[in-house]
């Protein structure tokens, strides 16, 4: 099994309610059944409409087409209410590969946190 690391952070200082779900190491159909449904988890008990969430992907070393799902699934999810979806820190690989499926016309993304937080009033 491939090794993914999530972790869940609550940004305080914003007006807007804003989290940051962290993913380090590889995101593939060895780990997604038990490591997507705890972003769910996350997302249905802690976001609320009007929120913002950024998926920082900096450390994310590898991502197949399930995890691709994956994000888009989340997506469709918090757009439904009314929450921004920010992806922070992708690589040029994994750019490539989101754009290629016509993902980043559709995906709000910045080159870092910082920036990210830096667009949420």
Do not use: C, H
């Not at 449904?37 to 996350?42: A, H, K, Q, R």
């Not at 040029?92 to 559709?106: A, G, K, N, Q, Y």
């Amino acid at each position: 099994m491939s090794s993914i690391d999530i972790q869940f952070q609550t940004i305080e200082n914003k007006t807007t309610p804003t989290y940051i779900i962290t993913l380090v190491g590889k995101f593939d159909e060895t780990n997604i059944s038990v490591k997507a449904p705890e972003i769910d988890n996350f997302i249905s008990e802690n976001v609320t409409a009007g929120s913002a969430v950024i998926f920082d992907v900096t450390d994310l070393s590898y991502i197949n087409s399930k995890g691709i799902g994956s994000f888009s699934e989340w997506y469709m999810t918090l757009e439904s209410q009314n929450t921004r979806m920010i992806i922070s820190g992708m690589s040029e690989e994994m750019r490539t590969i989101f754009d290629i499926v016509s993902l980043l016309d559709i995906f709000e993304t910045y080159d870092n946190n910082n920036l990210a937080l830096d667009s949420i009033s």
